[in-house]
């Protein structure tokens, strides 16, 4: 074959790979030629980020719910098995479906009981908003184990407040890895917010008291305290950062005016019990759900807020600095129970 052929040979096959790539990355969206796809809305990235937790789910209803009148006793047990195999709890599952069955009574069409769960969960998940800072400064202690994104979720609750036109402190007690300190001073340049650190080793309480300090004689509005990553089950660790607690309140009344539990939504239950143990240790007031991806097991949001008594304040939705939104309990319920997935695909990045 003379060469020319092959060098057209070789293009064609190099623009055919590249749209085929093309086509893959766009995950089978509709597009209008000429005009770049519309990034998925945050109510989109959650609906993405629940994807896997919906299908387990919908198999399990959708058996469920076919059933027939007269067979409508082996209906809600199975609804609730589905529940629990969602990592919704046992408690909590059989709570809801409790509720269900008051609502809906014997015979009830499947998109009754449907949407009276839809509304149960809702209901469950209430809770208060997160608070507006209503002293100055406003103390947050931000807390959880390695590996569930707490560094980075408190970078987006600094632009978050930083956005709202609030002057922002990072306090960098996280000293146990130099990366971790790196990280927040990152985030607050990119946050607009202002930073106090030690060097790697340093006394956690005694960064958190700088933090203070520094708070006080700046006149700042909103301080995030960053701890180092715990492992829930060392009671010395734990004990801790009861100590960093005891050094804000001191020299801060009040503070800290919240502490947050970052929980990774990909670990089910074993979320669960870390939010069992850190709010016992240290009256938790609210929970932030991060790494809501394609992967994620959703019905831990229901868990913890039935075990814990905890609102969950936000959820991270993907990796971008406005991917941290407000929770809300009736678009969570949506997500986790409407829609079809048919031409959903892909993953949001985790948060």
């Known amino acids: 074959m003379d060469s020319p052929w092959i060098v057209v040979l070789a293009v064609g096959f190099v623009l055919l790979a590249g749209a085929l790539v093309l086509l893959w990355s766009r995950g089978g969206r509709k597009t209008v030629p000429g005009v770049p796809p519309a990034e998925p809305s945050a109510a989109e990235r959650l609906r993405l980020g629940l994807l896997a937790t919906r299908r387990r789910l919908a198999g399990q209803l959708e058996t469920a719910l076919g059933r027939s ?78 590996g569930v994104g707490k560094t980075t979720t408190i970078g987006k609750l600094a632009a978050r407040h930083a956005a709202a036109g609030r002057r922002v402190l990072l306090v960098a007690a996280d000293t146990f890895r130099a990366a971790a300190i790196e990280q927040l001073a990152v985030w607050a340049e990119r946050a607009g917010a202002e930073l106090v650190r030690q060097g790697p080793g340093a006394n956690p309480a005694a960064v958190a008291f700088d933090g203070m300090k520094a708070a006080l004689a700046r006149g700042v509005d909103v301080v995030l305290v960053d701890t180092a990553g715990r492992l829930h089950t060392k009671a010395n660790l734990i004990d801790e950062l009861r100590k960093v607690q005891r050094v804000m309140a001191r020299e801060i009344p009040g503070a800290p005016h919240e502490t947050l539990l970052v929980l990774d939504a990909t670990t089910g239950q074993n979320a669960v019990a870390q939010a069992r143990t850190f709010s016992e240790a240290l009256g938790l007031t609210g929970i932030i ?39 809300d309990p009736k678009e969570f319920a949506d997500a986790l129970l409407d829609g079809d997935d048919s031409e959903s695909s892909g993953t949001v990045p985790s948060a």
Do not use: C, H, Q
């Not at 007269?70 to 589905?82: G, I, M, Q, R, T």
């Not at 913890?304 to 304040?313: D, S």
């Open 69 to 146: 009148a007269s067979d409508v006793e082996n209906v809600l047990p199975e609804l609730e098995e589905a529940l629990v195999s969602a990592d919704v709890g046992v408690r909590a599952a059989a709570e809801l479906v409790g509720r269900v069955r008051a609502r809906t009574g014997p015979g009830a069409p499947p998109g009754d009981i449907r949407r009276a769960l839809r509304d149960e969960i809702e209901a469950a998940l209430r809770g208060d908003d997160a608070p507006v800072p209503a002293s100055r400064p406003w103390v947050m202690l931000v807390t959880g184990v390695n």
């Open 289 to 327: 759900l991060t790494k809501l991806d394609g992967t994620a097991r959703g019905g831990v949001a229901i868990a913890a807020r039935k075990e814990i008594g905890v609102p969950i304040r936000y959820v991270g939705v993907g990796e971008g600095v406005d991917d941290l939104r407000p929770f």
